[in-house]
């Protein structure tokens, strides 16, 4: 079978406002109040906890390593308490998702949030049934930008390694299908979409209306 597999915030979803409230509540705890804003550092947020920390930390001129990895368990605590407040997909995903599905592509996420939060997350939002496979950055002994996570996505949504596609929103996307040998999707609708063309994926990704249509040129239709 061939899959496409998604890469989940900042391309299946906008998880960026919970994301961003996490952070600053340990901003605040810290005493610095909210260092993060929303309007212009999504594109921080859906790099991960430890980024938020470090670009937050360092714009208040505190940065320490002791004090990321003091902080970090306790973003996580507390966006999983609110992990669904403000996260909504992007226009178009799930049609698009079950599109795929109708048209025989196994679907599946690799993701670098922990998995047990992105599996929270996905059940939270009503939509953790749809997707074949959820591959996080603890699945397995390594993450993103390694390619195994990708295969290991793609064999348990039931397709073959090398017969699927990345769709992300990232540097770390793109470097990790280059290292799989498959193609990548890049959106231009999240955070970094103004960055994506300059890594030169296999195709950029406007809408999601346009993705069932743009799959098969990329990845071959399913017979």
């Known amino acids: 079978m061939r899959s496409v597999i998604f890469d989940l915030d900042g391309t ?9 409230a996490a952070a600053n509540h340990c901003f605040r705890d810290m005493g610095h109040g909210d260092v993060l804003l929303p309007d212009q550092d999504a594109a921080v947020a859906v790099r991960g906890a430890r980024m938020m920390l470090s670009q937050g930390l360092k ?6 390593e002791k004090t990321v990895d003091t902080y970090y368990p306790i973003f996580l605590d507390v966006y999983e308490q609110a992990i669904d407040r403000h996260t909504v997909f992007y226009p178009g995903a799930l049609d698009a ?5 109708t048209a025989g592509y196994g679907v599946g996420i690799c993701t670098n949030k922990p998995e047990g939060l992105a599996d929270l997350l996905l059940t939270r939002l009503g939509v953790r049934d749809q997707f074949a496979s959820l591959v996080g950055a603890d699945t397995l002994p390594v993450r993103k930008p390694d390619p195994e996570p990708l ?4 064999r ?10 990345l769709i992300g929103d990232s540097d770390t ?4 299908a280059r290292a799989a040998g498959v193609p990548s999707v890049l959106v231009t609708f999240g955070p970094s979409g103004d960055d994506m ?3 030169e994926p296999e195709a950029l990704l406007h809408h999601f209306d346009d993705l069932p249509g743009l799959v098969p040129d990329l990845i071959g239709a399913v017979a």
């Open 12 to 20: 299946l979803a906008d998880t960026s406002g919970d994301l961003l």
């Open 59 to 64: 714009r208040v001129g505190a940065y320490s």
């Open 97 to 101: 998702v079950e599109a795929l599905k």
């Open 151 to 154: 295969r290991e996505a793609a």
């Open 156 to 165: 348990r949504a039931g397709g073959h390694p090398k017969h699927c596609v």
């Open 173 to 176: 996307d793109r470097n990790t």
């Open 197 to 199: 063309a300059a890594l």
